[in-house]
């Protein structure tokens, strides 16, 4: 019998081109219309559409190999984004506010989503209890889209900016937080490893981040000096960053945490080089933003329901909406306004820090796979991921703009 994984590709790269293009008439990155693109491929609307030919093309045993491509494609934009963001100069100068910003980036959203969880418990699956789902949703609340934010400034030409290492050094710092959250409440029911699962997760990841900086940067550091002296790889020396990478991004994954974060740590540790840096690009990150990462958005969207749209969801809906948008814009900007910045940076910061997205995925698939949230609460986390990425641009816009106190002009990339 063959295999429609093929097939599956055409669709899903025909569809979120299509609607990435749709979206940029808006002033939307393209990277919102890969997104809803996994709503356009999933039951909502090809399903609803054409239900045989969905069901056939999207058959649950034929995504094995999607699902690979997926990870892949994370791992490798979450590299590159790694080796980019490493500034010489300011960083140390900003890890108090990124502290700020990341810790308050949390805690509001968090108490934000166990203030609704009383409201939304209903609709959680049958046998799940008030506390687990309500530290699950607390988490949800929590997550900023690293990798997202990271394609906005990148397409503003502001990664390098003072504004961008700030929202990006803050997000990171948030979703560590969320993400050893999310292990605590897959701790809790029984579906992970418990108490040792956690041991393991914190202390591994202490253990990681001392070898990755103690070991590997210097390795890396004179292999690039001494077999890639003009910045350019050789196909030896690149598969050697691949297996770096990648290796980093298994280890953070048997931890318990997502391997975007392993391959991040990897692509931070390498010596910034803006020639190595072009030409992981060219090589690497075309191939991870054209053809693996939507793969990632069309897997989220099969997963929706119309339902969610039925009766009582629409107030479930909106009250997801509210507490997701307050929670997160206002607990960056305060961290922001409170390290010193000004009224429009702090809110330009927290408009950032609002976009939840590819992050926001990941941790809707953990809850569903753990039987934390059904369905219908999936779609709704899905909707709401896409209406605070929609809002990041135009609220960046109106707080940020083009102010040159927010954008460094020598550092900006054409």
């Not at 034929?62 to 010489?88: D, H, K, N």
């Not at 202490?206 to 077999?227: D, H, I, K, Q």
């Not at 054209?290 to 009766?311: E, Q, R, S, Y």
Request: with cysteine.
């Amino acid at each position: 019998m063959h295999s429609p994984l093929l097939l599956q590709l055409v669709v899903i790269l025909v569809v979120a081109r299509g609607c990435g293009l749709l979206l940029k008439v808006f002033g939307q990155p393209a990277v919102i219309g890969e997104m809803a693109a996994g709503l356009v491929l999933g039951p909502i609307v090809f399903g609803a559409l054409a239900p045989e030919v969905h069901a056939e093309l999207f058959a649950k045993e034929s995504l094995g190999g999607l699902t690979s491509l997926s990870t892949l494609g994370l791992v490798l934009f979450m590299f590159i984004v790694g080796v980019e963001l490493r500034a010489p100069d300011g960083v140390r100068a900003q890890v108090r506010a990124a502290g700020w910003v990341g810790v308050l980036g949390v805690l509001l959203p968090l108490a934000a989503g166990f203030a609704i969880s009383p409201w939304l418990h209903p609709l959680a699956p049958a046998g799940v209890g008030f506390l687990p789902f309500a530290l699950f949703m607390a988490a949800a609340m929590s997550i900023t889209a690293f990798p997202v934010m990271a394609r906005i400034l990148k397409e503003r030409g502001m990664t390098q900016t003072r504004l961008g290492r700030l929202a990006l050094s803050s997000a990171a710092i948030a979703d560590v937080f969320a993400w050893i959250m999310l292990a605590c409440v897959v701790a809790l029911i029984g579906s992970g490893d418990g108490t040792a699962g956690l041991l393991r997760t914190s202390l591994g990841t202490v253990a990681l981040l001392v070898f990755v900086f103690a070991v590997l940067r210097p390795l890396y550091a004179w292999l690039l000096r001494r077999f890639a002296p003009t910045g350019a790889p050789s196909q030896m020396l690149l598969a050697a960053l691949l297996v770096g990478a990648i290796g980093c991004a298994a280890i953070t994954e048997w931890l318990g945490l997502h391997a975007v974060f392993g391959a991040f740590l990897f692509g931070a540790c390498l010596p910034r080089d803006d020639r190595l840096l072009g030409c992981l690009v060219e090589r690497l990150e075309y191939l991870a933003i054209v053809l693996l990462m939507p793969i990632f958005f069309a897997l989220a969207g099969l997963n929706t329901t119309a339902d969610a749209f039925v009766g009582a969801g629409i107030g479930a809906m909106l009250l997801v909406l509210l507490a997701a948008i307050v929670g997160k814009v206002l607990g960056g900007a305060a961290g922001a306004r409170i390290a010193g910045y000004g009224w429009r940076e702090s809110f330009a910061t927290g408009a950032l820090m609002n976009a939840r997205g590819l992050m926001e995925l990941i941790v809707m698939k953990v809850g569903l796979d753990a039987g934390l949230i059904g369905p219908s609460l999936f779609t709704m986390l899905l909707v709401m991921a896409l209406v605070t990425t929609v809002m990041t641009g135009p609220m960046l816009t109106l707080f940020g703009g083009r102010s040159p106190a927010l954008v460094d002009p020598s550092s900006e990339r054409a």
